[in-house]
């Protein structure tokens, strides 16, 4: 087990916690540690045993004396830790995020197979970049629109037609859901997209109001997963 995991795990134990707030005042023995606790020798033993396994506690050596001191390292690691976890999560939930739909003439199934295999590694790059900046979160190619359904509900009964809901010149090619800091970044990473180049790249905000949010059962995004 790492440091850091032995360090969390020595903390999770309420009296290892106590038994660290008392050290942090001075030394002290066993015996001195066992007082407040109404704990046994051996059972404060323990406890210090798997302190001193994750560094928290050492033992002095004097003469007919051997308290144990508080060791703060492994402490402010653990801190830091934690603070770089609520920085991110800071960082993220400053973030909104919004919807690319890729609207293009000619889609990959019109390409020649070294036109698909130029446009695919285009994008290959541009899916890796984001994914390192964190700032994709999903994204996907979808299928001609002779392959669709639309699907109406009226007066309780269900009707499905084969193709898209309308014909239109510029088909929905695809989509690419990211995380942004405002619409102006949105506008940039949609530039970047390869398929703005051939058509076009609508970038609309994903709503994240209160009552949204509940309706569809999501938590309030105080941070984006």
């Not at 051996?42 to 560094?55: C, D, E, I, N, W």
């Not at 800071?90 to 003439?105: G, Y």
């Not at 698909?116 to 964190?134: F, G, I, P, W």
């Not at 309780?156 to 010149?169: L, M, Q």
Request: with cysteine; glycine share 6%; hydrophobic share 40%.
């Amino acid at each position: 087990m790492d440091k850091l995991s032995l360090t969390f795990a020595a903390l999770a134990d309420p009296t290892r916690r106590a038994i660290l707030q008392r050290l942090s005042r001075g030394e002290a023995t066993v015996s001195e540690l066992a007082k407040p606790f109404h704990l046994t020798l051996p059972t404060v033993s323990k406890h210090l045993k798997v302190l001193q396994r994750a560094g928290l506690v050492s033992q002095s050596r004097r003469v007919n004396w051997r308290p144990r001191r508080l060791e703060s390292a492994p402490l402010k690691e653990a801190a830091r830790w934690t603070e770089g976890v609520a920085a991110g999560r800071k960082r993220r939930s400053e973030r909104q995020r919004f919807l690319c739909l890729i609207c293009a003439e000619t889609l990959m199934e019109q390409m020649s197979k070294a036109e698909s295999r130029r446009h695919l590694a285009q994008y290959h790059v541009l899916t890796d970049r984001l994914r390192k900046t964190r700032r994709l979160v999903g994204c996907n190619r979808l299928l001609p629109a002779y392959t669709a359904t639309t699907v109406r509900v009226r007066n309780g009964k269900v009707s499905a037609v084969d193709g898209p809901f309308a014909e239109t010149k510029e088909l929905v090619g695809g989509y690419f859901l990211i995380d942004a800091k405002n619409r102006a970044e949105a506008i940039q990473i949609a530039a970047r997209i390869p398929g703005a180049r051939i058509g076009c790249v609508e970038v609309r905000p994903v709503a994240d109001d209160p009552g949204t949010l509940r309706a569809l059962g999501l938590a309030a995004r105080t941070a984006i997963a």
